[in-house]
């Protein structure tokens, strides 16, 4: 009998608002740092339904997704993220308590990202939405200890 490969897809997004704030928030689970708001992909969702649907549950905020900024793996818990980058349509932040502890609008920047963004590999998957135009980049990443294995720029 083959054995499938079993992995999570997940989604997030960089959201920015009219005033080129970026929506952070702090799950329960990874109170040390902000992190763009996502989830899981479900089963035959695709994944820009699966990006919107997530943040509105999340956050109460409807957002419009502008394109894929970058797939990323990590090795260790066999997740592959993909990152939209959007932007904010209407709503106002109504948090999913048992998922979100803490969301904002923030001005990130470049210059201010590590005080909000604590992980490595989040911070990378940030600074690419940030600086996107038209690529989409590919990591692949150990986790625990931190190691990026490997990166592919288009």
């Not at 960089?14 to 702090?26: P, R, S």
């Not at 943040?55 to 409807?62: D, F, N, Q, R, Y």
């Not at 970058?70 to 997740?79: A, E």
């Not at 980058?85 to 923030?106: C, H, M, N, T, V």
Request: aromatic share 10%; no cysteine; glycine share 6%.
């Amino acid at each position: 009998m083959i054995e499938h490969p079993k992995h999570i897809i997940a989604v997030s997004a960089y959201i920015t608002n009219e005033k080129d704030e970026a929506l952070l928030v702090k799950t329960h689970w990874r109170l040390d740092t902000w992190e763009a708001p996502g989830g899981q992909v479900e089963i035959g969702e695709p994944l820009d339904k699966a990006v919107v649907r997530e943040i509105l549950e999340e956050t109460g905020i409807v957002i419009r997704p502008l394109g894929i900024t970058g797939v990323y793996y990590n090795t260790t818990r066999h997740i592959l993220s993909v990152v939209f980058k959007a932007i904010y349509i209407s709503g106002s932040l109504k948090l999913q308590p048992e998922e979100i502890k803490e969301a904002q609008f923030i001005q990130l920047t470049e210059e201010n990202i590590d005080q909000y963004i604590t992980r490595p590999h989040m911070k990378s998957r940030t600074l690419d939405a940030m600086r996107s135009v038209n690529f989409v980049p590919y990591e692949s990443w150990e986790v625990e200890p931190y190691n990026l294995l490997g990166r592919m720029e288009y």
